[in-house]
């Protein structure tokens, strides 16, 4: 797969709600503790029956350029073979934050 036909699908949290969207571009920030997201995906359905929580993500991040994620925010991010359909879910249970390590003020 060439490296402009990469696919992401990423999980992350949003205020009670686990948001699962698909981007050709997902890297680390230069923004310490963050994970920036491009180039986001929504597929060309022309279906009668019509998801409203993919329409709402498409109305969310339809016009985004890039989104900054807080990394704790993140579930997973896997690289797919091509786009699913973005959706909002409820978060079920508890989903803990991976501990990160803060550098000391000052440090160098």
Not at 22 to 46: C, L, T
Not at 57 to 73: H, N, T, Y
Request: proline fraction near 6%; avoid cysteine.
């Amino acid at each position: 797969m060439a490296s402009d036909d990469r696919m992401y699908r990423v999980q992350f949290v949003n205020q009670d709600q686990v948001y699962e969207l698909y981007a050709r571009h997902v890297y680390q920030s230069e923004m310490w503790g963050f994970i920036e997201v491009e180039a986001f995906v929504f597929g060309n359905r022309s279906e009668v029956l019509v998801d409203p929580g993919e329409e709402k993500l498409k109305k969310q991040f339809g016009d985004v350029k890039r989104s900054f994620i807080p990394m704790q925010a993140i579930i997973r991010i896997d690289e797919v073979q091509h786009e699913g359909v973005p959706r909002i879910s409820e978060a079920k249970g508890t989903v803990t934050a991976f501990p990160v390590a803060v550098p000391p003020r000052g440090s160098k």
